[in-house]
């Protein structure tokens, strides 16, 4: 079907991209719109890209999912919670049928015999999944430029970097392709794209969502999270996705609270706990930041001063661990099971020739500074320190949330950066999450929520922090903050970043899917 013929179909229901979630749910089982109509409609959106958003677009698999929804509503059926939602995924996250390359050559064209667990329980939900999501080769950078398959833009300027290395989600749902996205984030691959692009980004504690299916980077920070454009619609997925799961022994048994319920509860009398942060910040951020402060007072949250005195050690610290962890978890790609392989003279050759092929420059620069970490020699020196270090960052959060409910900072210390301005000086690209590292590295939960642009037009995304498994909490302070301000409902002009227009499929037929890795694009 075309996109003309589509919109005949819609007549009159004044259908736009930007409706979240909830809208849609809503439209669905009202019979406004069907499944079908509204997975082609996302379909277009990614078709039309130009921002470089997916790597893989699965038409045939959505489609089928939208239909077997209308027949579940025709039959009377009730429907799944996330019926209606379009959802993009990052791609490291295994899809049966759909290639999961990770932003790497060595797993170009990768096809997973399995879906992992979060996607399994999204196609039961009734999300339907578009297709995967460009990103920093395994998961490795803060701006998205380490991806095998090309710079992801930020939809707000094209020059300017997405952040990482969630990248592509993050684009998917600021520019309205799809309701919601999923993201990783290790050391803050959710909370600093959504912050650069204006979403809302969840990181759950450490645990609360299977690790089952997710390609590894450092196994002891990875969790899986939530992009989408209201605090509400976040909390509806990670609803879904969170739990205990047989399949990851590091995933909790702990029961999953009720975050839509969170939704709406009051926050007078709430604690947040204002992070004295340095000079680093840019001006628009601080301003973004006072706003929001006086926001969540006139709200009826106390807001008094913390600190987190190990903070500061939070890069050293996690680009140790982070680079161990990696090592040891990329050393299982060697050309024999998986992906690409270059055949050598022998098999030590095989192995070095696939490695350094399939491997970009970033990785195997993290490759070597953990595998030197890790060695006989320096373990002691390098990674047990940083280990210890870890400790007492935990240990700064547990004696801040003595004195507050929820700590509170920026996501990143400047907003969306310009392309190309960093990617030859990595250190000044891993300052990019001193804000995120902190809560990664102590296992706790973390929203980035906008707050604000700054005088460029560029969106500024306020960070906070919760104990372990009180994502509650946080999706409470989200949601009545979004009440009472607009950021969230600010979109970016998608007609000159990319070609749609927000209306109906109206703009321009839908081009041959744009998505490069793998099989290619949408049939
Ligand atoms: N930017 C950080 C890094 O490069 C975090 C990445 C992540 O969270 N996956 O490692």
């Known amino acids: ?95 049966l049928g759909a290639t999961t390359s990770c932003g790497s050559r060595i797993l170009e064209g990768y096809l997973p015999p399995f879906d992992a667990t979060v996607v399994e329980r999204l196609r039961r939900a009734g999300a339907v999944i578009v297709g995967k999501t460009n990103m920093d080769e395994f998961a490795m950078g803060s701006s998205n430029e380490n991806s095998a398959y090309g710079n992801v833009h930020n939809p707000w300027n094209r020059d300017r970097a997405p952040g990482g290395s969630s990248g592509g989600s993050a684009v998917a749902t600021a520019a309205g392709m799809v309701s919601c996205s999923l993201g ?33 980077f450092a196994s002891s920070l990875d969790q899986i999270g939530p992009f989408a454009r209201s605090a509400r619609d976040a909390a509806n997925v990670l609803q879904v996705i969170a739990g205990d799961d047989p399949r990851d022994a590091t995933c909790s048994s702990r029961p999953v609270d009720d975050y839509v319920g969170a939704c709406g509860q009051p926050v007078k009398g709430m604690r947040v706990g204002l992070l004295r942060t340095g000079d680093g910040d840019e001006p628009g951020v601080k301003v973004a930041m006072g706003n929001a402060v006086a926001a ?59 490695r350094a092929r399939g491997f970009g420059p970033e990785v195997q620069r993290r490759i070597m500074l953990g595998t030197y970490a890790l060695s006989a020699g320096y373990y002691d020196a390098y990674y047990m320190k940083a280990q210890k270090v870890r400790t007492l960052m935990a240990q700064d959060f547990e004696k801040a949330f003595v004195d507050c409910d929820v700590v509170l900072s920026p996501t990143s210390p ?110």
């Open 296 to 354: 969540l007072k006139e709200l009826g949250c106390d807001v008094v001063d913390v600190e987190l005195p190990h903070a500061k050690y939070g890069v050293s610290v996690y680009y140790l661990v982070a680079t161990a962890e990696a090592s040891s978890n990329l050393a299982r790609f060697d050309g024999m099971r998986y992906g690409l392989r270059v055949t050598g003279e022998d098999l030590t050759d095989t192995y070095n020739s696939t």
């Open 1 to 95: 079907m075309d996109t003309a013929a589509l919109e005949t179909q819609l007549g009159d229901v004044d259908v736009s991209r930007w409706w979240n979630a909830e809208r849609c749910h809503r439209a669905l089982v009202d019979g406004e719109i069907t499944a079908e109509q509204w997975t082609r409609l996302a379909l277009t959106w990614a078709q039309e890209d130009e921002l470089g958003t997916f790597l893989f677009l699965d038409a045939e698999g959505a489609l089928a999912q939208a239909t077997q929804l209308d027949r579940q509503r025709a039959g009377g059926e009730t429907l799944g919670p996330l019926a209606g939602m379009t959802l993009a995924l990052k791609d490291n996250i295994c899809t």
């Open 414 to 523: 400047t907003t969306a950066f310009k392309l190309g301005e960093r990617t030859r000086d990595p250190l000044s690209m891993y300052l990019a999450d001193v804000y995120t590292l902190p809560a990664s590295l102590a296992g706790l939960p973390a929203v980035s929520v906008p707050c604000g642009f700054d005088d460029e037009g560029l969106p500024v995304g306020m960070q906070m922090v919760a104990p372990a498994f009180e994502e509650s909490r946080l999706f409470t302070l989200a949601h009545a903050y979004e009440q009472v301000t607009e950021w969230n409902q600010r979109h970016p002009d998608v007609a000159s970043a990319g070609k749609t227009t927000a209306g109906k499929a109206s703009a321009g037929k839908a081009t041959a899917g744009k998505a490069t890795a793998g099989k290619g694009g949408a049939a």
């Open 184 to 216: 990783s984030d290790t050391g803050g691959s959710v909370r600093q794209p959504g912050a650069f692009c204006g979403v809302t980004a969840v990181k759950p504690t450490y645990g609360r969502v299977s690790r089952y299916g997710l390609v590894a």
